[in-house]
């Protein structure tokens, strides 16, 4: 049976996708290709997936938040299990255009969970966010924390699918794995990311604002490592034992962090990107903005003792390959 993955044009869907079929899985993709960034770059993926020979890859073209153009959309396929990653992105697009953030992320994932519950999926597997730990002062973040307070509205989104999946896991028991990412990064990222913004910038001689005044933190986590973690959960769904699982659940629900479990200074962020590009960066210090958090850092025990997760890359050398690839994918010499 194949693995349902969207997002699949997306940066970690992407990825994902080629994962799976790089151990010779088949894999059906759906993007709606949305213009949030450019499209090109969503379309240059798929068409990379296209070229993978070990599994077999197909894609839809459809907006999972349309219940109707999905069902039809996936018709007369066959899947045993999802990964549900597609969601509007981006925590300050969420103070400009609050309803696609309702629209995809809560409307959305409602539809991905209905889909599932139909086709009885042996274990869904979704996208959380670090963003629901909010102004968290207890360092490192741990999925036992409470997070009832979220900052954006695309926290309060990703929160409020955790409640909802936890829902249909019960009353369901529906296999369902919630993963909160940390800071991805790596190549073929997302544009309106830190490493995308501070590299193309630095190339193009442009002012790089500072926010917080450089006073920030993240648990910056490869790609490859977010990658590791997805496929070992998808291949490990909670059972339906009653015991109390990772996130606290007694339903077939776990929630896990998935970061590199080290938060780095963001100075020191760009000082390695700076290294990479063999240039200085110009940069304008300001202050914090609305929606942003201060610092965020995984706690990733759960996730380590029920399924060995651990993240092998740190900054300094999964930044100069996001760098090498972003030379080579816009042709800098």
């Known amino acids: 049976m194949a693995t349902l993955v969207t997002g699949a044009a997306g940066f970690i869907g992407y990825h994902v996708s080629r994962a799976l079929m790089n151990r010779g899985e088949?894999?059906?993709g759906i993007d709606n290709i949305n213009d949030y960034y450019t499209p090109r770059l969503k379309e240059d993926r798929i068409a990379d997936l296209g070229q993978i020979n070990n599994g077999a890859f197909s894609f839809v073209r459809a907006d999972f938040a349309d219940h109707e153009a999905l069902d039809r959309a996936l018709e007369n396929t066959a899947f045993d299990r999802i990964i549900h990653l597609g969601a509007q992105p981006g925590v300050r697009y969420s103070?400009?255009?609050p309803r696609a953030y309702v629209q995809s992320n809560l409307v959305g994932h409602l539809n991905m969970m209905e889909l599932a519950r139909g086709?009885?999926?042996r274990h869904f597997v979704y996208a959380s966010s670090s963003s629901v730990y909010g102004n968290n002062e207890s360092l490192p973040f741990r999925v036992e924390d409470r997070v009832d307070h979220p900052i954006s509205l695309?926290?309060?989104t990703k929160k409020a699918d955790e409640l909802m999946s936890d829902t249909y896991a019960h009353l369901y028991r529906i296999p369902m794995t919630g993963l909160r990412f940390f800071t991805v990064y790596g190549p073929w990222g997302r544009p309106d990311m830190a490493p995308w913004i501070f590299t193309r910038k630095i190339f193009a001689g442009e002012t790089i604002q500072i926010f917080n005044h450089g006073d920030m933190r993240r648990d910056f986590t490869f790609i490859d490592d977010i990658v590791a973690g997805i496929v070992a959960c998808l291949d490990n769904p909670p059972?339906?034992?009653?015991?109390?699982?990772?996130?606290?659940?007694k339903a077939p629900?776990?929630?896990y962090n998935i970061g590199n479990n080290r938060s780095e200074e963001l100075l020191r962020f760009l000082e390695v990107i700076e290294q990479a590009c063999g240039r200085k960066a110009i940069t304008e210090m300001m202050p914090i903005q609305p929606g942003d958090v201060k610092d965020t850092f995984a706690d990733i025990s759960a996730i380590e003792r029920d399924l060995g997760y651990a993240p092998t890359t740190p900054i300094d050398i999964?930044?100069?390959?996001f760098v090498d690839w972003f030379r080579a994918y816009h042709q800098i010499g």
């Open 26 to 28: 088949t894999v059906i």
């Open 95 to 97: 103070l400009e255009n």
């Open 119 to 121: 086709r009885g999926t």
């Open 154 to 156: 695309y926290a309060a």
């Open 239 to 249: 059972p339906d034992d009653g015991l109390e699982k990772a996130g606290g659940s």
């Open 253 to 255: 629900h776990r929630l």
């Open 318 to 321: 999964g930044l100069p390959r």
